[in-house]
């Protein structure tokens, strides 16, 4: 596994070995003695969860507050997504700071957003289904979300059409105004 510190360097882009052959391919998605040696982090996975949206949907940017903040290791198994996290840990150096890839069932990248980030992807391909571990479980009450568009944080969305977005994302708040621990 080839793991890769991207502009904030506390979120991680994993490129896995992947063998393939004529009958198709076989990678492990996750190993977690690789993923450490690789990374150097430890995380205690609890819960995964899997989604299946549309093209042009946003969904995020999403987070939980302490005690409850998750931790997320994102894949895609079908489509494509512009995979997003936002450093929202006041005091960090990269405090409001964005960093994007494009997470693939081609590609076969993954992304490790720590705890302290909000995330989000938006939907590139006809459809793509999302799958991701979570250090904790979801918490409705811990639950926040910070607006996707947010012109303090600058994100360059590779798709000019408005996203389709969740009735509690059209209405979250900049950052300025967020919530935070």
């Given amino acids: 596994m080839k793991a890769t510190r991207l502009d904030i360097p506390d979120v991680v882009l994993l490129e896995p070995r992947v063998f393939g052959d004529?009958?198709?391919f076989f990678y492990e998605s996750y190993n977690r003695q690789v993923f450490n040696e690789a990374t150097g982090l430890d995380p205690?996975?609890?819960q995964d969860n899997h989604s299946r949206s549309v093209q042009g949907v946003l969904r995020g940017l999403h987070y939980q507050l302490p005690p409850k903040?998750?931790?997320k290791l994102v894949r895609v198994v079908d489509g494509e997504v512009f995979d997003v996290a936002v450093d929202i840990r006041k005091g960090s150096p990269t405090f409001g700071r964005w960093v994007g890839e494009v997470l693939s069932a081609e590609n076969k990248r993954q992304m490790w957003i720590p705890p302290g980030f909000a995330h989000g992807f938006l939907i590139l391909s006809e459809t793509a289904?999302?799958?991701y571990k979570t250090t904790d479980y979801y918490s409705p009450a811990h639950e926040r979300c910070i607006r996707w568009d947010d012109p303090e944080i600058g994100i360059v969305w590779p798709r000019e059409a408005p996203p389709i977005l969740s009735p509690k994302d059209v209405i979250a708040p900049g950052l300025a105004a967020a919530e935070l621990s």
């Fill in 69 to 71: 903040a998750q931790g």
């Fill in 129 to 131: 289904e999302f799958l």
């Fill in 44 to 46: 205690d996975f609890v």
């Fill in 22 to 24: 004529d009958r198709g």
